[in-house]
């Protein structure tokens, strides 16, 4: 997920509302560094298990900004141990 404000919270949901995950930014801004606007899911849920592929819902609530609710949909791919 990219373009976050410094302070937010991103909880994720499966398609039929089920909790994934939650992540909470709380970046505070220092003069001249740039803050990392972007989270990266590892793609599991909140016990560490793998997610299976599909679509899912981003709740993104920022603090005096608003919320807002995105789409994303992923396809796991198989493992393939012959790459090792």
Avoid: H, M
Wanted: aromatic letters at 14%; one cysteine or more; glycine letters at 8%.
């Amino acid at each position: 997920v990219t373009n976050l404000p410094a302070k937010c919270t991103v909880t994720i949901y499966s398609l039929d509302g089920k909790f994934i995950r939650q992540y909470r930014r709380d970046e505070v801004y220092a003069p001249y560094q740039q803050i990392a606007p972007d989270l990266e899911w590892d793609l599991k849920n909140n016990k560490g298990i793998p997610v299976a592929s599909g679509v899912y819902l981003f709740q993104i609530q920022a603090p005096g900004l608003g919320e807002r609710t995105i789409k994303w949909f992923g396809i796991a791919r198989q493992f393939d141990p012959s790459g090792l």
